[in-house]
């Protein structure tokens, strides 16, 4: 089992409600995203091409963070899902700057959205164990097990599947396990050209791109 993400860039139309809704899922702080879009502009004038990609953790088989980390806090578990054990990490930032994907945060402190301070909602849902440590996407990974637990199936079970590619609009997001022949995801690779970022490092990141 190895679990990954396929996205149609042919599809993306920008409009960050996986951003929204990963960020509510998760609960993370102002300024802290484990999932974006980014808005890329190509060409030159007239002939100007907007492209929207969405970003996050692309769970990778040779992780670079891995290697760096000085006390094992990064792992690989053996699903292929890149997390952090938050009572090991000591917030070095190693990882940070080991990432090519700019897909890690530390935080230092709980900091509000609201200038008249921290709200009952977020005193409620906050995560002191998130505070001085590294953080970001697990593929939503309590969600997707605990779907498995009562029968489902993640990629085709919203409820068992990650928050973002449930919410995503346009149907441009998909996720399941890559080394299942006749799961949607490994499907799509197969019937689709499709790039992966930075693959040229050698990090064999599980998300694919459709690009055409």
């Known amino acids: 089992m190895r679990w990954g993400m396929v996205i149609d860039l042919r599809k993306c139309v920008g409009c ?7 960020k509510q899922t998760n609960n993370t702080p102002p300024k802290i995203f484990w999932r974006w879009v980014a808005d890329i502009e190509t060409g030159a004038y007239p002939e100007v091409r907007r492209q929207f990609v969405p ?30 054990n938050y009572d090991l990490c000591i917030g070095c930032g190693y990882c940070i700057v080991a990432c090519p994907y700019l897909a ?24 002191p164990d998130r ?36 919410s995503c609009i346009a149907n441009a997001m998909h996720f399941g396990d890559l080394d299942d022949a006749k799961s949607n995801v490994a499907q799509m690779v197969l019937a689709n050209k499709t790039a992966r970022l930075s693959d040229d490092l050698g990090t064999d990141p599980h998300v694919y791109y459709i690009v055409e």
């Open 55 to 84: 970003m996050g953790c692309q769970h990778c088989t040779d992780a670079p963070c891995f290697e760096v980390c000085p006390t094992t806090a990064t792992f690989k578990r053996a699903d292929g899902i890149v997390d952090i």
């Open 131 to 166: 505070i001085g440590v590294a953080t970001k996407c697990n593929f939503c990974t309590p969600r997707v097990y605990a779907g498995l637990a009562s029968g489902q199936k993640p990629g085709i079970d919203m409820d068992a599947t990650p928050m973002c590619v449930g």
């Open 104 to 127: 890690r945060n530390i935080v230092f402190e709980n900091v509000p959205y609201y200038a008249a301070g921290l709200i009952a909602p977020e005193q409620t849902q906050a995560h």
């Open 16 to 22: 960050q409600t996986c951003t929204i809704a990963c």
